[in-house]
């Protein structure tokens, strides 16, 4: 099929590199010439596990362009993955749906039927914009053309995405027409043959069951950090509380995992953009939602709490922190945990050590020469007066606990905001252990 991807962002490259990969003919267009450069060269210009791999595999089936005309011209499926950026209220800014639809308006071939999915997480308002922007050109230019406008959510996840698209649990795909039904059935039939859902729904209900997941998934975190602060008092395993709780099978395994909050580009904006949704319409539901939020950034205050009440002070005092990339196999640092604590800790004049597998990158750019930066977790604990583990990184479960112990001072506090050790061994060791 001829699929156009419009914005070459991280949904835009791996949407389009998956679909290219079952040997589809996908035209990506964006604005930027410097990133169309790169791609047209095979680089990409964003870490995702696999995506560079696909980019060059793909190269045959992907062209990536300036031109709107190349990438919306004659194709059957056109997917907009433009940025949503939202403001601190959570008002979605839809400027770049709106630009792009005139640019579909601008482009599309009256002689063939187009389906446009809007894949950017935006309210349902988004899908009324770009209907409008393309009526408004039908009737300036006195054309017809054939389309339908639907949603298909982005429901990867980060490090993840390239498993999560070809092997999805589900596809969300807001529709009205057969015809559209048809095509969508055609693309994702090789993932449907694997026993993926497709789940036909409306265009608006598409949208907003997008903002409703990833609140579902955040509300978990967030109880699970609160039931983590309670079980803390008790001196109970959160752990083991959370295997009991998942073997509900109405509730589940996944996403009951305490840590120091949740982070990453989704989470807070999508909450707050419903909750902006709420106020807007005067619901009562915005006050649970901001909740979410609130309470999600309460557990770096906390931890702050747990270090002056071992130290007193931290003044000069060598903290390291282990993981500053939001969460395990990514580089992205955005709305990151331990980025928050860093914050505060610079307030608090701690003299603060980092390592991070892949974000280190990242965290220079936030904090530059405000803080120090080690190259394995050992170089960063060497006489560090607290330990503390911000993101899950697999290198992170096995630490030489004993060699660490050794070479930081005296009392060692060791912060374990992932839980990923056991206590009983940490405090036999001599660390004073804490968590969320
Ligand atoms: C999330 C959703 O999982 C995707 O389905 C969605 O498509 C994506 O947002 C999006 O809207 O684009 P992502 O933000 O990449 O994906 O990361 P998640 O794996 O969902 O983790 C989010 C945060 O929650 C991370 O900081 C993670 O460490 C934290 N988390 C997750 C926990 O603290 N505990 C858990 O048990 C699970």
């Known amino acids: 099929m001829k699929i156009g991807v419009l914005g070459t962002g991280w949904v835009g490259l791996v949407t389009g590199n998956c679909l290219a990969n079952l040997g589809n003919d996908v035209s990506f267009y964006d604005i930027d010439e410097n990133k169309i450069n790169s791609l047209k060269n095979q680089i990409c210009p964003i870490y995702e596990p696999g995506l560079q791999e696909l980019i060059i595999k ?12 190349e990438a919306i011209k004659d194709k059957d499926i056109l997917f907009i993955t433009v940025g949503t950026p939202a403001d601190e209220d959570g008002c979605v800014d839809l400027r770049y749906i709106k630009q792009i639809s005139r640019t579909i308006g601008e482009n599309l ?5 187009c389906l446009i999915l809007n894949k950017s997480t935006s309210p349902p308002e988004a899908l009324d914009i770009i209907e409008e922007e393309i009526k408004e050109i039908e009737k300036n230019n006195n054309i ?10 982005e429901t990867l996840a980060e490090g993840t995405a390239i498993k999560d698209f070809s092997n999805p649990d589900r596809i969300i795909v807001g529709i009205k027409s057969e015809i559209a039904k048809g095509l969508v059935q055609k693309l994702f039939r090789p993932y449907a043959l694997n026993q993926a859902e497709i789940i036909f729904i409306g265009p608006k209900e598409a949208s907003l069951a997008k903002y409703a997941s990833n609140t579902h998934l955040a509300a978990r975190v967030a109880i699970t950090n609160v ?6 008092k ?18 589940g395994q996944k996403f009951l995992h305490p840590s120091l909050g949740f982070g990453g580009s989704c989470f807070s904006k999508d909450i707050q953009a419903l909750t902006f949704l709420s106020k ?5 539901g915005s006050t649970l939602l901001q909740e979410i939020i609130n309470s999600n950034k309460s557990h770096t205050e906390h931890l702050i709490k747990d270090l002056l009440e071992h130290f007193n002070s931290l003044e000069n005092k060598k903290i390291t922190i282990l993981g500053t990339a939001f969460k395990a196999n990514v580089s992205d640092t955005r709305d990151s945990p ?8 610079l307030e608090l004049n701690a003299d603060i050590t980092v390592y991070d597998p892949k974000a280190m990158e990242e965290t220079k750019k936030e904090f530059g020469d405000k803080i120090n930066y080690a190259e394995n977790e050992n170089q960063a604990t060497e006489g560090s ?9 697999d290198i992170f479960r096995s630490l030489d606990l004993p060699n660490i112990k050794n070479k930081m001072q005296e009392n060692p506090f060791f912060g374990d905001y992932r839980a990923l050790y056991n206590e009983k061994e940490l405090k036999d060791l001599g660390f004073k252990y804490y968590h969320v």
């Open 385 to 393: 007066s607290a330990l503390i583990i911000a993101t899950e990184w």
């Open 280 to 284: 807007q319409k005067e619901l009562p």
């Open 109 to 113: 071939n009256p002689q063939n039927f």
């Open 58 to 69: 793909n190269k045959n089936k992907t062209t990536y362009s300036t031109r709107p005309d």
């Open 144 to 153: 017809k053309y054939d389309y339908e406008i639907g949603c298909c959510p």
């Open 234 to 251: 008790y001196n109970a395993n959160t752990r083991e509380i959370m295997k009991a709780v998942g073997k509900d099978r109405r509730i």
């Open 338 to 345: 331990a980025h928050r604590l860093i914050k505060i800790l």
């Open 227 to 232: 039931i983590s602060q309670i079980a803390r």
